[in-house]
């Protein structure tokens, strides 16, 4: 009979760890402002009953002390759904996470005007029918100059542009 690798055995020692892990994925996420993703490991986390014997690690982000207070001001912004703004104000980071929230904002910023003019399309009238995100041409310009501060996260948002263009090759 075939054995199973560790991941997948359910002893509690594994449900613990994978427990653990959920819960630093949802900071990381958090971190990120990557909301949804935060709230699906804190849920996944807290439907495993066993309990928790140790609090995970804070994610170490790679932000200066000088920069922090600028990055902390552009999270609240984000959570305000003021992406222009939070953007703007990571505009002089270069550290990866802000660089990630600056692009991130955006084109969050670009969805909200691509939504907004597919709801003013109600117009019959309008000559044109375009409602793609407008920040995407822009962004990925500055992305593509912006590759060496690139970490995953930024990387997988330069493929969504990419994929959003479509320039799926390149993505």
Same mark, same amino acid.
């Given at each position: 009979?075939?054995?199973? @690798?560790?991941?997948?055995?359910?002893? +509690?020692?594994?449900?613990?760890?994978?427990?653990?892990?959920?819960?630093?994925?949802?900071? #990381?996420? $958090? #971190?990120?402002?990557?909301?949804?993703?935060?709230?699906?490991?804190?849920?996944?986390?807290?439907?495993?009953? /066993?309990?928790?014997? #140790?609090? @995970?690690?804070? @994610? !170490?982000?790679?932000?200066?002390?000088?920069?922090?207070? &600028?990055? =902390?001001?552009?999270?609240?912004?984000?959570?305000?759904? +003021?992406?222009? &703004?939070?953007?703007?104000?990571?505009e002089s980071c270069t550290e990866s996470p802000? !660089?990630?929230?600056?692009?991130?904002?955006?084109?969050?910023?670009? +969805?909200?005007?691509?939504? #907004?003019?597919? /709801?003013?399309?109600?117009? !019959?009238? +309008?000559?044109?029918? *375009?409602? $793609?995100? @407008?920040?995407?041409?822009? =962004?990925?310009?500055?992305? %593509? %100059?912006?590759? %060496?501060?690139?970490?995953?996260?930024?990387?997988?948002?330069?493929?969504? /542009?990419?994929?959003?263009?479509?320039? &799926? *090759?390149?993505?």
């Amino acid at each position: 009979q075939k054995k199973l @690798p560790a991941y997948m055995t359910s002893s +509690e020692d594994n449900m613990q760890s994978l427990k653990v892990r959920l819960l630093s994925g949802a900071m #990381e996420c $958090s #971190e990120y402002c990557l909301i949804s993703s935060s709230k699906w490991c804190a849920e996944q986390s807290n439907s495993l009953s /066993v309990p928790l014997l #140790e609090l @995970p690690t804070p @994610p !170490v982000l790679n932000i200066s002390p000088n920069n922090y207070p &600028r990055f =902390l001001f552009a999270k609240n912004l984000f959570a305000m759904k +003021e992406y222009l &703004r939070a953007g703007d104000a990571l505009e002089s980071c270069t550290e990866s996470p802000a !660089v990630f929230l600056k692009f991130y904002c955006k084109y969050l910023h670009g +969805e909200k005007l691509r939504a #907004e003019k597919a /709801v003013d399309y109600v117009d !019959v009238f +309008e000559q044109s029918n *375009d409602t $793609s995100n @407008p920040e995407l041409r822009q =962004l990925k310009t500055r992305m %593509e %100059e912006a590759r %060496e501060s690139l970490d995953g996260y930024g990387l997988y948002l330069y493929a969504v /542009v990419l994929r959003d263009l479509n320039l &799926r *090759d390149q993505a």
